[in-house]
T-cell receptor
Framework: DAKTTQPNSMESNEEEPVHLPCNHS???????IHWYRQLPSQGPEYVIHGLTSNVNNRMASLAIAEDRKSSTLILHRATLRDAAVYYC????????????FGQGTELSVKP | DAGVIQSPRHEVTEMGQEVTLRCKPISGHNSLFWYRQTMMRGLELLIY????????DSGMPEDRFSAKMPNASFSTLKIQPSEPRDSAVYFC?????????????FGQGTRLTVV
């Protein structure tokens, strides 16, 4: 299974943009890049996913490098409610869509 | 839809006892996953089902763990006998596998404590 590498922790100030990096140098051509986050005492929740092109939704933006070996999750204006562990995951759709979680990045947001 | 429903939310049991965790996936979803989360090991995939059939159980730690999915709306994860090192939060997730990529939905988890 291809792995992802993320910083263990990051800090942000409230209402400022946050860029969460992820390296996935062994990604294969059919792997989708997913981002999930886990708020304290909750199950993980989906944030965004993409294959090759940059993606936007109401929660965040996903910027994918041209060679697909890295990606960046962008929170445009961090709020205190965005404090969570963010996971970058490669999704294997030829294996039933299973998600293999790494250690993730713990994001703290300061008021 | 109420989302993925897990029960119980909390379970405290004595070492050696049988424990059964339950999961109701979102209606219409065709894949179901069981995860375990601990501080030491993070989120580990234990097993996943597609159309009620176990596809990959390589993450199941040992024979004390078993999982079933008798129909599309119910799954169980059983530990017999339970041990203190099984203490963790167990999550169930479901998704629908189509031609395009879609999100997985997680339940609130079952916090298991084995004393």
């Amino acid at each position: 299974d291809a792995k992802t590498t993320q910083p263990n922790s990051m800090e942000s100030n409230e209402e400022e943009p946050v860029h969460l990096p992820c390296n996935h140098s062994t990604i294969s051509g059919t792997d989708y890049i997913h981002w999930y986050r886990q708020l304290p005492s909750q199950g993980p929740e989906y944030v965004i996913h993409g294959l090759t092109s940059n993606v936007n939704n109401r929660m965040a933006s996903l910027a994918i490098a041209e060679d697909r070996k890295s990606s960046t999750l962008i929170l445009h204006r961090a709020t205190l409610r965005d404090a969570a562990v963010y996971y970058c995951i490669l999704c294997y759709y030829n294996q039933g869509g299973k998600l293999i979680f790494g250690q993730g990045t713990e994001l703290s947001v300061k008021p | 839809d109420a989302g993925v429903i897990q029960s119980p939310r909390h379970e405290v049991t004595e070492m050696g006892q049988e424990v059964t965790l339950r999961c109701k996936p979102i209606s219409g979803h065709n894949s179901l996953f069981w995860y375990r989360q601990t501080m030491m090991r993070g989120l580990e995939l234990l097993i996943y089902f597609n159309n009620n059939v176990p596809i990959d159980d390589s993450g199941m730690p040992e024979d004390r763990f078993s999982a079933k999915m008798p129909n599309a709306s119910f799954s169980t994860l059983k530990i017999q006998p339970s041990e203190p090192r099984d203490s963790a939060v167990y999550f169930c997730a479901s998704t629908i596998i189509t031609g395009t990529n879609t999100e997985a939905f997680f339940g609130q988890g079952t916090r298991l404590t084995v004393v």
